[in-house]
């Protein structure tokens, strides 16, 4: 494997998404957190394509338009079920077997996480997303991935405590009295 040029280069992708994850989920902005998302995730699909994992790499790509259409459109139903369509078309048309799955549990977490939810709520069924594809990159093998979804559910973790933090310093100043 480790002489595989496409392996290699699945890594190597991984990698770069590992980087761009850690900035994502470091930012206690929503619509930064997405921004940067979209170029993880182009380095996801890349991965996915180079490992030969179709369902996740086609569910990547939809990931990228689902974040763009989820700014767009927050907490809109009918798009939201559009694009959980999508996936499930996507995922059975690449469909290559079990290990798929994750993928696919990952896009349905990641979908009505982003379309429905802000704040912590948002980040923890991205966090559970992150579980989901972490599986995913495990069962074909690819290292960079994985570790980058680790990483992400940490620092999503501690942002999730930061957010927390600050919304109960906020509360605390607003109850005060003058």
């Given at each position: 494997?480790?002489?595989?040029?496409?392996?290699?280069?699945?890594?190597?992708?991984?990698?770069?998404?590992?980087?761009?994850?850690?900035?994502?989920?470091?930012?206690?902005?929503?619509?930064?957190?997405?921004?940067?998302?979209?170029?993880?995730?182009?380095?996801?699909?890349?991965?996915?394509?180079?490992?030969?994992?179709?369902?996740?790499?086609?569910?990547?790509?939809?990931?990228?338009?689902?974040?763009?259409?989820?700014?767009?459109?927050?907490?809109?139903?009918?798009?939201?079920?559009?694009?959980?369509?999508?996936?499930?078309?996507a995922a059975a048309?690449?469909?290559?077997?079990?290990?798929?799955?994750?993928?696919?549990?990952?896009?349905?977490?990641?979908?009505?996480?982003?379309?429905?939810?802000?704040?912590?709520?948002?980040?923890?069924?991205?966090?559970?997303?992150?579980?989901?594809?972490?599986?995913?990159?495990?069962?074909?093998?690819?290292?960079?991935?994985?570790?980058?979804?680790?990483?992400?559910?940490i620092t999503n973790?501690?942002?999730?405590?930061?957010?927390?933090?600050?919304?109960?310093?906020?509360?605390?100043?607003?109850?005060?009295?003058?």
């Amino acid at each position: 494997m480790l002489g595989d040029p496409a392996a290699l280069a699945g890594q190597l992708f991984g990698l770069v998404a590992l980087a761009l994850c850690i900035v994502s989920f470091a930012n206690k902005g929503d619509e930064r957190l997405m921004l940067l998302l979209i170029s993880a995730n182009m380095a996801f699909a890349l991965q996915f394509l180079f490992f030969q994992s179709w369902t996740a790499a086609a569910l990547t790509v939809l990931v990228i338009a689902r974040i763009e259409l989820a700014r767009r459109y927050p907490r809109n139903t009918r798009i939201m079920m559009g694009m959980l369509a999508a996936s499930a078309v996507a995922a059975a048309l690449t469909w290559q077997g079990w290990a798929d799955l994750p993928a696919l549990v990952a896009m349905v977490l990641g979908t009505v996480g982003m379309f429905m939810l802000r704040g912590i709520p948002m980040r923890l069924f991205l966090g559970l997303a992150a579980m989901a594809w972490m599986a995913s990159h495990i069962l074909i093998g690819a290292v960079g991935g994985a570790l980058a979804e680790a990483l992400v559910l940490i620092t999503n973790m501690i942002t999730i405590y930061r957010i927390h933090r600050t919304n109960q310093v906020l509360k605390a100043a607003t109850t005060q009295p003058v």
